[in-house]
């Protein structure tokens, strides 16, 4: 089982949508985070969880909203984005301090249309 | 706040030489980690080399070394015997205490650089 996964690995939705991005770590991890990369853009953080708790809303808009049941899973909702949402969204997972990486999932990449 | 730079967008390079790829960081805090990743077509970001801020040494993984100059807020990645399969992107990435409590801390990325390996 690799480390992190992520469903589905492409999704394309319409702005009036609600749909879910998954992630799932195989590692032991305790904290989970969500990334997005756009085009020509650097890395945004999104949110971080550490032991299920979010500890970090990097000004994300309300439309995007995260949720981790346990420290193995977490969850991006996504409902009525816009076609600028569109990008690949990135989770990773690390021990909860002092991690010296982060171990990222292949992606989800999302089309807003 | 954080910020990493990296200032060569893309590079061509003749297999089997040495590859050094720029990144400069800036933050005030005293306390932070700086990481390399490969991020290939395929769109997996996969971790490269990890040298702490209070890290004596440069940090040194197989083919990827570090070198880490504090003063001047720079940590560049050298690969040595460079192949084809290194041709992806490559992200400069700093770790700061997102909060004062501590726990997990967020990365910051620089914009990347396109390494292309010619046979």
């Known amino acids: ?113 | 706040a954080q910020k990493i730079t990296q200032t060569q967008p893309g590079m061509f390079v003749q297999e089997k030489e040495a590859v050094t790829l720029d990144c400069t960081y800036d933050t005030s805090d005293p306390s932070y980690g700086l990481f390399w990743y490969k991020q290939p077509s395929s769109g997996e970001m996969i971790f490269l080399i990890y040298q702490g801020s209070y890290d004596q040494q440069n940090a040194t993984e197989g083919r990827y070394s570090l070198n880490f100059q504090k003063a001047r807020k720079s940590a560049n990645l050298v690969i040595s015997a460079s192949q084809l399969g290194d041709s992806a992107m490559y992200f400069c990435a700093m770790r700061v205490p997102m909060y004062s409590g501590g726990g997990a801390d967020g990365l910051t990325f620089g914009k990347g650089t396109h390494l292309i390996i010619q046979p």
Do not use: I
């Open chain 1, 1 to 113: 089982e690799t480390g992190v996964t992520q469903t589905p690995r492409h999704l394309v939705m319409g702005m009036t949508n609600k749909k879910s991005l998954k992630c799932e770590q195989h590692l032991g991890h305790n904290a989970m985070y969500w990334y997005k990369q756009s085009a020509k853009k650097p890395l945004e953080l999104m949110f971080v969880y550490n032991f299920k708790e979010q500890t970090e809303n990097n000004s994300v808009p309300s439309r995007f909203s995260p949720e981790c049941p346990n420290s193995s899973h977490l969850f991006l909702h996504l409902h009525t984005l816009q076609p600028e949402d569109s990008a690949l969204y990135l989770c990773a997972s690390s021990q909860e301090t002092g991690g010296t990486e982060q171990y990222f999932g292949p992606g989800t990449r999302l089309t807003v249309t």
